[in-house]
């Protein structure tokens, strides 16, 4: 694995406050390095080591801060300079971090920064939350369609300093409209005299402003782009998405789906970085419905109470049948749900998906079922009927589960709903509480208890 | 949601066999477009689509097919066509591409590609699989230290037109040692005057062939770069690993530790074209295993059989325990698998993860019970002792359930075993028979059944 020793070295000289050697090491650092340096300090050395970091990289370090470190930066750091700081900052960044803030915080920044960073700030919260407006960059090459090669080329070359994003170039009209891409690469390659019209993707991939950020990536992630450019709604280019910012965002979404998917409510922090309070917090409102909810299953079983005062050991089976269920249930949801979250399936292919789990629930089903009867044969010789009530609950509860989990998910999604939030959790509960009724009423039918 | 209209109009061509549009048509297409419409035809088209598409095309689109349409198209083509066709895919396509075919067929086509090809190709495959090394593209643009900027871009424009990369050169020395990584961006902003040598990074993050491919890919990430060089045991640069690359290996993986955390054994396909009988393959193994577990649940429960014969209510309580106790494990393995996936976590941090896990179940557990004792002194009114019995029971479950969920998967890792196959599946088995055995021990302790 990929050892960073600088940043090794940089923690003892924190410790020691060694800050002459330390101011050096720190030139040497990825920003991204020095932010987990100063994130796995002491809250007190934290600021004093931002402030040791030179202008332009205290602005790099700034934006990979984690929430909480911003603000203890915010809080002891004068307006002007603060100011100062956010209008180096790509605009993206900046909403970024003004989003975590307090709004009397964020009023402050603001009211020092530059007219033009206020507005496209502003501009930028205009957008909705998660959409692409927010996370594309307003830095990139801009170039015409009637310049040559060269002229290009030397454009580039002048207008490129202000610019982050460089590998990619968009042609415009006269109205800023896109009408087409072009890549560094493909310039540089063409001779000088030909014209960029020629070169250029005349039906360049984009998506616009209010696009969902999670599937501008997935675009960006489908056509194997470096960058994507954003249109309003007059289809006049606006920003680029780049493939950094889409790999965040698409790394962020899993995180969520995967947090949702275990009964979490999703937070954005690490989890070592994340309070108990917090976390806590999180995880216990699912539990709570989760709970009460179970208890559906409960009166489920106080129905069958004779039953099981007959022939107790109806009870012993009860795990291994709801367990079964739940764990057959969530392979199907598990999968339709990570199939949409990348597109590969959609509500409309729901019938598919029934048919398909229908199917391999029968499969699989006949083979556990099977399974279980053989052991039930041999560790309880007698009882041929229970053995029997046993693997057929399994049967028709994992065909039942793998219904349910294969097209919960596809109607959560058909209802706008999260698949991830919706489905993943209530399998268990909706395939226990169905296990429970095939078991007990086959067990009346045929056990006559 | 972007829509692709030439995709949606290139499908009614194929079936009304307007070929004439259609080749002109498949044109304007994205190869991973044309890739997907093949996947979706009749078999008995896929071929015949497949050869409308110029050579070029061909070539790009290949590489994007699934596995059994690679089968197909290879199945109909000529030895020579097809060496042709490896002869112009790059290395690790095409070893991508070879790893998923018969070994004749693999033989068969390697013995028309031309020598570099074949010498190229089987130094991939001596990479181990799932390293950097088969990811990566060894064709890339080197420069030298003592260029200047002039001579640079002149070598770029002249060289490039070989590279798959370009937005990235590296700096080798005489032994072909890695020197430094310069961006295409500095140099195209530099003057021509200057030296290579001093706009170069040297101490680019880099990686080696023998690296583990999702390490790499999370290097890519955290550094936000658009390629990872990569280096062999002499340090020689030898590759390149590109960020679509990365972005493709990070979705793999997650899409795989989903899979194994939903008790799955991983697959390379898409669900939809995915054949029922390997889907229920995929499942039936885990299935089995944790049905055979859950009767260990099961042995425990008839352990107290006379403590339910005589107090049956207590039967209606197993549920909402045992799925209390799998949901708060689950929650906590989920987040501490995906924090170690994302490098955010380290098995030297198993006694933090202990420590805050402990202290979050207390407090998500006292919540429970808290609202458990209420919920049955309101429904339960006279049976106080069972209410207290029920949700004490609720409070250590959630405690053991959250410290199994978060140091299995740390334990796992120690072991050098996925966490994510070893972990998640058993938490609920481990979880149910440890909750069985606190309900019931407190049970016969308070009630004396």
Chains 1, 2 share one sequence.
Request: with cysteine; charged share 20%; proline share 4%.
């Amino acid at each position: 694995m990929y050892e960073n020793k600088k940043l090794e070295e940089a923690k003892p000289l924190v410790e020691s406050r060694e800050y002459g050697t330390l101011r050096h090491c720190l030139r040497e650092l990825d920003p991204i390095d020095v932010a987990q340096l100063i994130g796995e300090l002491p809250r007190q050395d934290r600021a004093a080591v931002f402030r040791m970091l030179s202008k332009n990289q205290a602005v790099q370090v700034f934006s990979e801060l984690d929430p909480e470190d911003i603000q203890l930066i915010v809080s002891v750091t004068g307006e002007e300079e603060l100011a100062d700081m956010f209008d180096h900052l790509p605009t993206d960044d900046a909403v970024d971090v003004l989003e975590e803030m307090p709004a009397g915080v964020v009023k402050r920044i603001l009211r020092g920064t530059n007219t033009q960073t206020r507005t496209q700030i502003n501009r930028y919260l205009h957008y909705p939350e998660n959409s692409a407006g927010r996370i594309m960059t307003a830095s990139f090459v801009e170039l015409k369609a009637d310049m040559t090669v060269k002229q290009a080329i030397d454009h580039i070359r002048k207008d490129g300093e202000q610019q982050d994003h460089l590998d990619n170039c968009y042609v415009i009209g006269p109205e800023r409209e896109l009408l087409g891409s072009v890549t560094i690469k493909e310039i540089l390659l063409a001779s000088d005299s030909w014209k960029i019209k020629a070169l250029m993707d005349d039906t360049p991939v984009y998506t616009d402003t209010h696009e969902n950020q999670e599937q501008a990536a997935l675009l960006l992630a489908r056509y194997d782009l470096s960058a994507l450019p954003v249109v309003d709604g007059e289809t006049r280019l606006v920003g680029v998405i780049t493939v950094d910012d889409a790999l965040e965002v698409l790394e962020e979404e899993t995180t969520k789906d995967l947090e949702q998917m275990a009964a979490m409510t999703p937070s954005h922090s690490q989890y070592l970085k994340t309070s108990v309070w917090s976390l806590a917090k999180n995880r216990v409102v699912w539990l709570l419905v989760l709970m009460f909810s179970a208890m559906v299953t409960g009166a489920i079983l106080t129905r069958y109470e004779a039953a099981f005062a007959a022939m107790p050991v109806l009870v012993s089976f009860i795990p291994m049948i709801t367990d079964t269920g739940g764990n057959a249930g969530s392979q199907s949801s598990t999968i339709v749900i990570r199939g949409m979250g990348l597109g590969e399936i959609a509500p409309r292919d729901g019938l598919r998906v029934l048919w398909k789990e229908l199917r391999v629930s029968l499969l699989v089903g006949a083979v556990l079922a099977l399974a279980n009867f053989l052991r039930l044969y041999i560790t309880y010789p007698g009882q041929m009927t229970v053995a029997f009530v046993v693997s057929a609950s399994l049967l028709f509860t994992v065909v039942m589960a793998k219904c349910v989990g294969g097209i919960l998910p596809v109607l959560a999604k058909l209802c706008k709903v999260d698949p991830a939030v919706m489905a993943a959790p209530l399998i268990t509960t909706v395939v226990d509480a169905c296990a429970l009724m095939i078991y007990f009423s086959i067990a009346q039918r045929l056990l006559g208890v």
